[in-house]
């Protein structure tokens, strides 16, 4: 079968809103995490900010106007990807390139703005952008229209392995045959007082206030809960045979998919782990590989004390004894946890690890839990000859997506 490669790739995230900036930051082990003044007096007040994301780079203020800031993400990531691809619109036939950005809010500012002026104000002062700027599927909606795509289209929502989903979906329409290209990947802006208000009443925050860089900390016995934090990635996906024929340069490849429920509950993972294990071993299975040929996970690693225990668990349920050779790392220690757009941050990041031999570190992890056992990658960054890895995306609502990704040439 042909296989499905990587050509363009566009991120937004808390720590650049550029390759080259995310990997500076992430090999170096820096947080993208600080105070934010808007959630002051909130039981959580600082997260993950992209601060350097600039929605005018594509967007004018008549199209900036008219998107929600998730949308603004997904658009300029996706744009960033397609010009990286070298795809322009006659590239492929306009019904063969398809979109699917995914989200698991969607347009959740738009949404808490215009519920004020509806209940301050009334209805007849509602925005009529409200419902269009709100709806989950308008970075997909837009970012067809701007380049042309005619193809599948659609958004996936599932929480926190909406990227993996959206990518993984995208896959399969190039090898059912649906499409020549997608243009693929999951954002999210949802860091609002609403959102963390909620978030905090569920206790799944840190509440590290005084200590906001140090707060996410994956696999760590003191770990307190997540961090929020806004972006993603977007990407263009083709077949190789494709990819090679026009001459672009192929960045990584998606060798693997797997994909499961829990069917166990609504926000905390199984403990036993048997769903997570069966996508790690379907992603495996279809990419190929033996287990002992993925030399680098980038595991979910939220910083719950539930998620690192069950992660380690189904780790070493899939890969037995070379579990303690594994690197293992979680970035969200570094970027903080960006729900709807944190799979896909993090295969961007997975695939800039194989392609620069150095896998990054997962900070923070101070006090290593005694039942989070394997090598994390504590501190600093290690050197890697690995040519696969393994990207893990688990949800709320027990909905996981495991990818495995290839080398890029």
């Not at 050509?7 to 105070?35: D, Q």
């Not at 069917?263 to 993972?269: D, G, R, T």
């Not at 979680?330 to 295969?347: D, F, N, P, V, Y």
């Given at each position: 079968?042909?296989?499905i ?8 995230s808390?720590?650049?809103c550029?390759?080259?900036e995310l ?11 600080a105070k934010?003044d ?5 039981q ?8 350097s994301?600039?929605?005018?780079k594509?967007?004018g203020?008549k199209d ?14 996706g ?8 795809i ?6 306009e019904f ?10 969607g ?5 808490e703005e215009q519920?004020?002026v509806?209940?301050?104000?009334g ?16 970075a ?6 701007l380049?042309g ?6 958004s ?5 392995a909406?990227?993996?989903?959206a990518?993984?979906?995208?896959a399969r329409?190039i090898q ?6 997608m243009?693929?990947?999951?954002v999210e802006?949802?860091v ?7 978030f905090?009443?569920?206790?799944s ?7 906001p860089q140090g707060a ?7 770990r307190d809960g ?13 077949k190789e ?5 026009r001459g ?7 060798l693997g998919i797997?994909m499961?429920l829990?069917?166990?509950h609504?926000v905390a993972?199984?403990?036993n782990?048997?769903a997570?294990?069966y996508a790690?071993?379907?992603a495996?299975?279809?990419?190929g590989?033996q287990p002992e040929q993925?030399?680098?996970?980038n595991?979910?690693?939220t ?17 037995g004894?070379?579990a303690y050779?594994?690197?293992?790392s ?5 970027t903080g ?9 993090e295969?961007?990041?997975?695939i800039m690890a194989l392609n ?12 290593p839990?005694p039942?989070?056992?394997l090598?994390?990658?504590?501190g600093?960054a290690?050197?890697t ?13 027990g909905?996981n997506?495991c990818?495995?990704i290839g080398k890029?040439?």
């Amino acid at each position: 079968m042909d296989r499905i490669v990587f050509t363009g790739m566009g991120i937004v995230s808390p720590l650049g809103c550029t390759a080259e900036e995310l990997w500076n930051n992430v090999s170096s082990g820096r947080s993208g995490i600080a105070k934010i003044d808007f959630l002051e007096g909130l039981q959580t007040d600082f997260g993950g900010l992209a601060l350097s994301f600039n929605p005018s780079k594509y967007l004018g203020n008549k199209d900036s106007g008219r998107l929600d800031r998730y949308a603004q993400m997904g658009v300029t990531a996706g744009l960033d990807a397609v010009n990286q691809a070298g795809i322009a619109k006659d590239t492929y036939p306009e019904f063969r390139t398809g979109v699917i950005i995914g989200t698991g809010a969607g347009g959740v500012f738009t949404y808490e703005e215009q519920n004020t002026v509806f209940r301050e104000r009334g209805p007849k002062r509602m925005s009529p952008l409200s419902v269009p700027m709100y709806i989950p599927n308008m970075a997909t909606g837009y970012l067809s229209i701007l380049t042309g795509a005619k193809g599948p289209g659609m958004s996936v929502a599932s929480a926190c392995a909406t990227g993996a989903h959206a990518l993984g979906l995208a896959a399969r329409l190039i090898q059912a045959g649906d499409a020549d290209c997608m243009i693929a990947g999951g954002v999210e802006s949802c860091v609002t007082r609403f959102i963390v208000a909620g978030f905090g009443a569920m206790r799944s925050l840190s509440t590290r206030n005084s200590d906001p860089q140090g707060a996410s900390r994956p696999f760590d016995k003191n770990r307190d809960g997540f961090v929020m934090s806004e972006g993603g990635a977007v990407f263009v996906l083709e077949k190789e045979s494709s990819a090679r024929e026009r001459g672009a340069k192929i960045l990584g490849y998606l060798l693997g998919i797997g994909m499961t429920l829990d069917a166990y509950h609504i926000v905390a993972p199984d403990p036993n782990s048997p769903a997570v294990a069966y996508a790690m071993r379907q992603a495996l299975k279809e990419s190929g590989l033996q287990p002992e040929q993925i030399g680098y996970i980038n595991a979910h690693g939220t910083s719950t004390q539930l998620n690192d225990k069950a992660e380690t668990v189904a780790i070493k349920k899939v890969f037995g004894t070379h579990a303690y050779k594994l690197k293992i790392s979680s970035t969200k220690s570094m970027t903080g946890h960006l729900i709807g757009g944190a799979a896909a941050l993090e295969t961007a990041i997975s695939i800039m690890a194989l392609n620069n031999s150095t896998l990054p570190p997962t900070i923070n992890l101070d006090t290593p839990d005694p039942e989070c056992d394997l090598d994390y990658i504590p501190g600093v960054a290690v050197p890697t000859d690995a040519k696969y890895c393994m990207n893990n995306s688990f949800g709320f609502g027990g909905q996981n997506a495991c990818l495995v990704i290839g080398k890029g040439e």
